[in-house]
């Protein structure tokens, strides 16, 4: 009996750290992440501050999304970027809207963004669940167009469904954040990709 107490001793000590690893990384703690890295869990302490134009990296080259007038068009079918915006800004980082890991929201767009207007927003009402690292939902299926958890839906504003290729509609967990510019649209955040979209609720 002694020697399996001892046994069970030493094998707890030994993977308990490992343990320890791999359950901060589901809830997305940074710590163990580059600066600026993406995805792996992280999960933003909060969503982006309210801009009064485009974001800039530290370098002033802007972030995100150019002003309507540019003419920024996504090609709804296949997803493409067809005006050649690259949200890459630094190696190894998505082409698409992003959060580093140290909580810079990468690609938030101006707030007179034509593809973000709403006519009537919330015209299916407010999302109230829950935001933020708080309220960590899990896809329970659709696609871009309609998608949903909990008894919740959603939809990706159309402009934005290239960036959305990669998610796993049936098994990601994602975030809901609040837009501060756009009213009628809230922000999804994929944990494990690190990348973002607008949604309007669906009631």
Excluded: C, K
Aim: net charge negative; glycine share 16%; no cysteine.
């Amino acid at each position: 009996m002694r020697t399996f107490i001892r046994f069970a001793a030493v094998t707890l000590m030994f993977s308990l750290p490992g343990f320890l690893l791999v359950a901060a990384g589901q809830r997305g703690d940074s710590h163990g992440q580059e600066h600026g890295g993406v995805g792996g869990g992280h999960i933003p302490a909060h969503g982006p501050s309210r801009s009064g134009g485009q974001m800039h990296s530290e370098e002033g080259q802007p972030h995100g999304a150019p002003p309507a007038q540019q003419g920024r068009e996504m090609n709804r079918a296949g997803g493409q970027n067809m005006q050649g915006h690259d949200f890459r800004d630094s190696a190894g980082h998505p082409n698409a809207p992003h959060v580093h890991g140290n909580d810079q929201w990468v690609g938030h767009a101006t707030p007179n963004d034509a593809h973000l207007h709403m006519d009537h927003p919330w015209a299916h009402g407010h999302f109230t669940a829950g935001f933020g690292p708080g309220h960590v939902w899990h896809l329970g299926g659709g696609g871009p167009s309609r998608f949903w958890f909990n008894g919740f839906y959603f939809s990706v504003a159309p402009d934005e469904y290239g960036y959305v290729n990669d998610w796993l509609w049936d098994s990601d967990q994602i975030v809901i954040y609040d837009d501060p510019d756009h009213p009628g649209w809230y922000l999804a955040y994929n944990p494990r990709l690190g990348t973002y979209v607008h949604v309007e609720y669906l009631g």
